[in-house]
């Protein structure tokens, strides 16, 4: 019903900065809870970020306080993540996602997925 394209990934050395863009097609709803998630070789999907698509309030893991910044163009059906000063740590791939569940950190809120986007910081 809702189709995410994620963009943006690649490589990059670590202090640098990437910005991922989450494209949204078909049945969009203005309640939705756009979120980042990203999962690493042999971890669970991890919650990055996450912003009301209507509203615009966000939220963040602890990890990436301070250094990913999610917003949004309603214009355009687009959810950014700008990631600045990255870590090795934060390589993985990077799911965008649509939902409307109780839990803002938790995959199970989510019922529309990307395809993901591979990011990775080189040391």
């Known amino acids: 019903q809702v189709q995410l394209v994620e963009s943006g990934g690649g490589l990059v050395q670590a202090g640098g900065s990437l910005r991922l863009s989450c494209s949204a097609s078909?049945?969009?709803?203005?309640?939705?809870?756009m979120g980042w998630f990203r999962q690493a070789p042999g971890k669970e999907r991890e919650f990055v970020a996450a912003i009301r698509w209507s509203g615009g309030g966000t939220y963040y893991a602890e990890s990436v306080k301070g250094r990913f910044t999610i917003s949004r163009d309603n214009a355009k059906n687009t959810v950014y993540l700008q990631m600045n000063s990255l870590k090795s740590e934060d390589t993985a791939v990077y799911y965008c996602?649509?939902?409307?569940?109780?839990?803002?950190?938790?995959?199970?809120?989510?019922?529309?997925w990307g395809q993901g986007t591979q990011v990775t910081v080189s040391s």
């Open positions: 078909g049945r969009t709803f203005s309640s939705y809870l």
């Open positions: 996602a649509a939902g409307r569940g109780p839990v803002i950190a938790g995959p199970g809120s989510y019922d529309s």
